[in-house]
């Protein structure tokens, strides 16, 4: 049974820092590309980024660029998120997801953790 679980959510101010994480279980860590999405109330999902099995390449969505950092350690089958310069606008609920394939389309991850919310205030 495969499980993503997030956690690392919390209050903060703009311009602070955050630092999310999301721990696998049950699935072949290392073989999965891995991506962070978000939701905001009365708002679709959408990319945040995404990194590929190795750590090798990441992708990231231009509203997060230069501000969030993604990263993996396969060892301990944890991807993390360092959100720097937290932005109203970042709040929302983060969540983890696996593929086999790296891709900013959720539709084609087929696992999900349940979430961290995330909440900057002004």
């Known amino acids: 049974q495969v499980q993503l679980v997030e956690s690392g959510g919390g209050l903060v101010q703009a311009g602070g820092s955050l630092r999310l994480s999301c721990a696998a279980s049950g699935l072949t860590f290392s073989s999965y590309a891995m991506a962070w999405f978000r939701r905001a109330p009365r708002k679709d999902r959408e990319f945040v980024t995404a990194?590929?099995?190795?750590?090798?390449?990441?992708y990231y969505a231009d509203s997060v660029k230069d501000r969030f950092t993604v990263s993996r350690d396969n060892a301990k089958n944890t991807m993390y998120l360092q959100m720097d310069n937290l932005k109203p606008e970042d709040t929302a609920v983060y969540y983890c997801?696996?593929?086999?394939?790296?891709?900013?389309?959720?539709?084609?991850?087929?696992?999900w953790g349940q979430g961290t919310q995330v909440t900057v205030a002004s």
């Open positions: 990194i590929t099995w190795n750590g090798g390449n990441t």
């Open positions: 997801a696996a593929d086999s394939r790296t891709t900013a389309d959720s539709s084609r991850y087929r696992y």
